[in-house]
């Protein structure tokens, strides 16, 4: 085998135009490296850099220097089975193809099914004191920009925490640790949040609406016990982390606009998700509330509350904004409630 | 003048007639898109572990096709390094989301020890990669100093927040000049003489012309906009599909706006900023560069690959970033101002006299991305 190229000294920039004669015995193998008739030096081992489709492969010799061949596609025999495979498929056509769509799917299996269900078991495995300590930094956080102290009275209070602690002891599998806060909220209105730990927030603002309607308020109370005995708060936070890593894996170095646009897309992935589970919640209210033996339609009613205190038609929902929102349209949400009941 | 120059010029190198070469990129977009595929699907499968390979494969393709003198660029960087930086980075990042979510105190701890860390991870970085790049047998360099680094990327950003950012422009120049200029080849550190004045002057024109864009396109949308008004006035269309319509509409607007001004702004300020930073340096005695790229071609490339990579779901990155590396190549000239056949790497001379592995304990990558 006879190649032309780049001849250049260990540590130097000297580099000298030469021809390469290499020669395969059943036994020994042979470099010969002439500088036009005049033999320059000889080596019987040697070793090749790493093949990448259209550039040249490098030997490198026992004394550190190299030999760079003219040619990008010369190829040298000791060329490992996993590079000539790498290097075959790139070449292929029909198998690039195949790794768009193999890498499409493999994406969506990764941040659809992948991701999802071990961010749900991260979120499981959390020791509780983990937890707890997430919770209570989140609680401080939210009581420091959006939450002021209660405004009912007493006796308010406590028929809500009755109404809260008699159905709870009915549950047959209520996450511990539950515990009911009243704040009021004059910023984020009529609401009610729950963190991972099992702590409840219901503001002022929503017991005020549904002051006339305790399975009302009951039916939104256990749709927050819902996100709390499914770890949705937790799961989510560690959703987004896996799939912010993933793609920085994928593109790198994305620059500027690229960069937000991608962050869109995941955001709304995200907001998916956060749909699904505001559904899986509701779904174990109106399941809490037929065992508990109310009527589904409770449900309903809250919703139907909750939109006129925020101002919204129900109807108005159930459009572009869907794709946006992180909760499904109330619309939708009251007709579930409707549903086999 | 004239005349001792020659002189000087004539006693240093006797028979050296300085040449310039212009950089050459080969590489095909067709070509890299292959790679790059293969690298995500290996990468997806191994869950992240092979994008260790994955870099070095990049990275190689890109200097391997970068020409100068007909000699190739070089990236040496071995998968193990690459992975080495990402298991340390990713076990920090762990460590930090686990504090910040759990016990702030030790949060803001971390924030702080990252922030002390920052000059250092710098300088690490930059090692790493100069080290890892080599043309005609010799490797790059960086000695840089924490303390330097420390007020360049630490104390002077900070000092511009209390001036409105308006030393902002001086401190971009100081980084730029403590990156370029301890850079070394052959043991001779690169020259930079940039001015502060054309930061400034970058950065206006940057400003200007994103506002006159923004200013431009916002008189559109907004004649576009009393159409639209219009349509909803018409009791047929009072319909909840038009509010919302208009709603996205607005905000689709708002975003192609700020992408335009962006665009612009990102090629008017980088090809001022690129011109005069190679245009100022020299590696002395051994390579001058210059730099000619075109305000209005950049900022057009800016513009189409940002909008190929959004609109094909991002299987147009690997052409833009062909594209972009052409375009670059192709707008840098070096002088040769001495032979070239005969540099010597000082690094390699360095660690055989010393018969010290060639890799450090912190001979890992520690650049992020
Ligand atoms: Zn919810």
Known sequence: MQVTGFYYLNNQSHSTEVTLWLTQDSSCEQVRIYSGDELLVQFDQYRQGQQLSGLPVELVFIDGSRFVPHSASHRWPSESAWDRLLERIEKHKTAVLGCVIASAVLAWLLFFKFIPASAAVVARSLPDSVVHAASEQTLAALEYVYLEPTNLDEAQQTHIRTLWQSHIAKMDQAPEHLVLHFYSAPEIGANAFALPDGQVVLTDELALILKDNDTALLAVLLHEIGHVQYQHGLTLAAQSAGSSVTLALMFGDLEGFAEIIMGTGSALIQQQFSRDMERQADTFALEQLSQLGYHRSAFAEAMQALAQAHGMDEKEQGTLWDYLSSHPAISERIENAHKTD | ?369
Request: glycine residues 6%; contains cysteine; charged residues 15%.
């Open chain 2, 1 to 369: 003048m004239d005349l001792s120059q020659t002189d000087s010029a004539t006693n240093t190198t006797p028979q050296f007639q300085p040449y310039s070469r212009r950089v050459e990129f080969s590489g095909s977009g067709k070509e890299f898109f292959s790679i790059w595929i293969v690298n995500i699907v290996l990468t997806l499968l191994t869950l992240g572990i092979y994008s260790a390979w994955a870099k070095v494969r990049t990275y190689r393709y890109f200097y391997g096709h970068t020409q100068l003198d007909g000699h190739r660029f070089d990236y040496l960087a071995t998968p193990i390094q690459i992975l080495k930086g990402r298991i340390l980075a990713f076990i920090f990042f762990v460590i930090y989301m686990f504090c910040t979510q759990f016990v702030p105190v030790l949060g803001i701890l971390a924030i702080f020890i990252l922030l002390f860390l920052t000059p250092w991870i710098i300088n690490q970085g930059m090692r790493f990669n100069m080290r890892m790049s080599r043309y005609r047998n010799v490797r790059f360099n960086f000695k840089g100093s924490y303390g330097e680094a420390f007020v360049v990327f630490l104390l002077l950003p900070v000092a511009s927040v209390f001036t409105l950012y308006l030393l902002l422009p001086y401190v971009f120049k100081r980084m730029d000049q403590y990156l370029h200029s301890h850079i070394e080849f052959s043991d001779t550190p690169i020259s930079v003489n940039t001015k502060g004045g054309e930061y400034y002057l970058a950065a206006l024109m940057a400003y200007v012309a994103a506002g006159i864009v923004a200013v431009i396109m916002l008189a559109l949308a907004g004649a576009f906009g009393f159409g639209l008004e219009a349509m909803i006035q018409d009791p047929e269309m009072m319909n909840d599909q038009a509010g919302a319509i208009a709603g996205v509409s607005i905000m689709v607007m708002m975003m192609i706006v700020y992408f335009v001004a962006f665009a612009v702004a990102t090629g008017i300020y980088q090809t001022h900023i690129r011109n005069h930073l190679l245009n100022s340096s020299e590696l002395q005695g051994i390579a001058d560069f210059k730099s000619d790229l075109k305000m209005i071609d950049y900022t057009l490339l800016v513009f189409t690959n940002t909008l190929a990579i959004v609109f094909s779901l991002g299987l147009a990155y690997p052409w833009a970033k062909v594209r972009s590396a052409r375009m670059l190549s192709n707008a840098t000239e070096v002088t040769f101002l001495c032979d070239p056949q005969t540099l010597h790497d000082q690094l390699g001379e360095q660690q055989s006299a010393f018969g010290e592995e060639a890799a450090d304990m912190f001979d890992i990558d520690l650049s992020l991305g």
